[in-house]
């Protein structure tokens, strides 16, 4: 068996013992009394490190079902909170991109956008600067982006072929099978269909299996859509597989070890979360123009410092149970001590993908050491961040590039002309 197989095969084992089941069953039922008493305006789940978090926003009240501790009774009463504040639901909190809830007129766009498309999505996320910036929906070029995430992507092609053939570029002509084919084998196993006129806007959405995205979640395979999983994203139809959420609950924890690692022993809140989005960032053929790095900065700048409450609600569970972190919540600031104990323990809870860049870097090809050996070399190394982020780097070039190329099949000649065009224009507005 080879060394990356044995990583990632460690690593799962790690995250299934150390990953509790979520109490997905126990909120089931709650929430559908909710949906049939309430008059349920929106619900939406946060994924939280080893608990979950579910808020059901309804006229005035806000239901929170939060398990305190993995360890305690399912049994306990959900806390009830009345509030008359609805700034969950106003504009004003809602210039950005919400975990909760969103404007009325954007949540309802989503809905029926979504609501065109085939039956048998698990999941579907909107996410980028559309999503950021609420307020830009009135812009009818301004394009939406948007994950789908279905079981059986050659069933769901075959469906959407039917019904939306001019989604689709020449590879339409070969059938679902092929289309599923290059979705999933190529690239970040991601099909995207983009400039697609939907209710009057421009839309790009991507189709993933849950099988590759539970995998990508898990061992940060080409930190694709597990990256973008990384920031606020806004939720219109809510996982219900138990495996898919768990993978995604251990997916912001990964993020938080591997931000530390690249962190110094003081930093602030934003830096943070800056750190956290850059991960995917790093190495990406698509950052294109943004090459310099104070471009760069300046566009990762522009997805956070609009969302910090929403990065807070992801982050903060973590971040507050973090043993090697002490953070002051007034003062936005964080300390963490820089030994090999809190290197080691970080280290520990890497993705397999990013272990195994660790490999590459420290042994020869050939050489297979056992795993905690290659955790403790780097742990001792007080460079140890570098090296992480040089894994992190190689694992987005790939991903990016092979995806890049993938897009001038998916999308076609004219369309991956005017994307690209696209994609420069709003990057030289947004710095």
Same mark, same amino acid.
């Given at each position: ?38 008059? =349920? ?28 501790? &993995?360890?305690?009774?399912?049994? %306990?009463?959900?806390? =009830?909170?009345?509030? +008359? ?8 909190? !809602? ?41 830009? /929906? $009135?812009?009818?070029?301004?394009? *939406? ?16 072929? &039917? ?53 990508? *979640? ?13 920031? @606020?994203?806004? /939720?219109?139809?809510?996982?219900? +597989? ?9 997916? !912001? ?9 690249? !962190? ?6 934003? %830096? ?22 104070? $471009? ?12 910090? @409450? ?11 149970? &973090? &043993? ?13 001590? /820089? ?15 990013? !272990?195994?860049? #660790? /490999?590459?870097?420290?042994? %020869? ?5 056992? #795993? ?19 894994? #992190? ?9 092979? $995806?890049?190329?993938?897009?001038? *099949? ?14 420069? *224009? ?6």
């Amino acid at each position: 068996m080879g060394s990356k197989s044995v990583i990632i095969r460690y690593v799962q084992n790690q995250i299934s013992h150390n990953c509790h089941s979520s109490p997905l069953s126990k909120f089931r039922n709650l929430s559908q009394g909710i949906l049939d008493s309430s008059k =349920l305006h929106d619900f939406s789940c946060i994924h939280k490190s080893t608990h979950l978090r579910y808020i059901c926003i309804t006229k005035g009240l806000v239901l929170n079902i939060h398990p305190q501790t &993995e360890h305690k009774s399912l049994n %306990q009463q959900p806390i =009830l909170k009345k509030t +008359n504040d609805t700034s969950t639901c106003t504009s004003n909190s !809602l210039k950005e991109l919400s975990l909760c809830t969103g404007k009325m007129t954007q949540k309802v766009l989503y809905n029926n956008i979504v609501e065109d498309f085939p039956e048998g999505i698990q999941m579907a996320f909107a996410y980028g600067s559309g999503v950021f910036q609420p307020y830009s /929906l $009135q812009e009818t070029g301004n394009m *939406l982006d948007f994950i789908f995430v279905v079981d059986k992507p050659k069933k769901w092609h075959s469906q959407n072929l &039917e019904r939306h053939p001019h989604h689709y570029s020449f590879l339409k002509k070969f059938g679902p099978h092929t289309v599923a084919r290059i979705q999933e084998r190529y690239g970040a196993g991601i099909y995207f269909n983009a400039l697609v006129p939907m209710h009057g806007h421009l839309i790009k959405y991507g189709v993933i299996s849950t099988a590759r995205l539970i995998t990508d *979640l898990l061992d940060w395979e080409s930190l694709y859509i597990s990256g973008r999983l990384h920031k @606020p994203v806004s /939720l219109i139809i809510l996982p219900t +597989n138990e495996d898919l959420i768990t993978a995604m609950k251990v997916n !912001l924890r990964s993020a938080v070890h591997a931000a530390l690692l690249l !962190l110094p022993d003081m930093f602030t809140e934003e %830096q943070l979360y800056t750190t956290i989005t850059s991960l995917s960032y790093a190495g990406d053929f698509r950052m294109g123009i943004a090459e310099d790095n104070n $471009q760069a900065c300046s566009l990762i700048s522009n997805i956070v410092k609009p969302s910090l @409450p929403f990065f807070r609600r992801m982050y903060g569970p973590i971040l507050r149970e &973090e &043993e090697h972190v002490t953070w002051w919540q007034n003062e936005g600031q964080f300390e963490q001590a /820089l030994t090999f104990h809190s290197r080691h323990h970080h280290l520990k809870c890497l993705p397999g993908q990013v !272990l195994y860049g #660790l /490999l590459m870097h420290k042994f %020869q090809i050939g050489v297979f050491p056992d #795993l905690e050996e290659i955790i403790k070399r780097h742990a001792y190394d007080s460079e140890c961040g570098k090296h992480v982020a040089n894994s #992190l780097r190689h694992i987005v070039k790939k991903s990016s590039a092979i $995806q890049i190329l993938k897009g001038a *099949l998916t999308l076609g000649f004219s369309k991956s002309l005017r994307y690209a065009l696209n994609n420069i *224009l709003k990057k030289i507005r947004s710095i």
